[in-house]
């Protein structure tokens, strides 16, 4: 079984900045992708990033230009340095690995943006 920490959330005021982390560990049976999904109140979980072992990332439009994935392949490891934060980027933020044989979740970061 696959173990997902994650870290970095908080309380930011607009126009702020923040960086999550979600490392992986466990028996990993080859990463395709590790990425960020995010669920704000009374809305469905929404794609945000993702990133590929060759470093290609995709974003969600909603956040280009403003969100940089990234991933330290030695440490498992995938962040996701978020700048010019908006109150509609409040949600909870959730990491997914996407191994060969299975999709894993973290158990959720809350990100608050508000003055």
């Known amino acids: 079984q696959l173990q997902l920490v994650e870290s970095g959330g908080g309380l930011v005021q607009p126009g702020g900045s923040l960086r999550l982390s979600c490392a992986a560990s466990?028996?990993?049976?080859?990463?395709?992708?590790m990425g960020w999904y995010r669920q704000a109140p009374g809305k469905q979980r929404e794609f945000v990033a993702a990133?590929?072992?060759?470093?290609?990332?995709n974003y969600a439009d909603s956040v280009k230009g403003r969100f940089t994935i990234s991933r330290d392949g030695a440490k498992n490891t995938v962040y996701l340095q978020m700048n010019s934060l908006r109150p509609e980027d409040t949600a909870i933020y959730y990491c997914?690995?996407?191994?060969?044989?299975?999709?894993?979740w973290g158990q959720g970061t809350q990100v608050t943006v508000s003055s």
């Open positions: 990133i590929i072992g060759g470093g290609y990332a």
């Open positions: 466990g028996n990993i049976f080859g990463i395709k992708s």
């Open positions: 997914n690995v996407q191994e060969v044989f299975r999709s894993s």
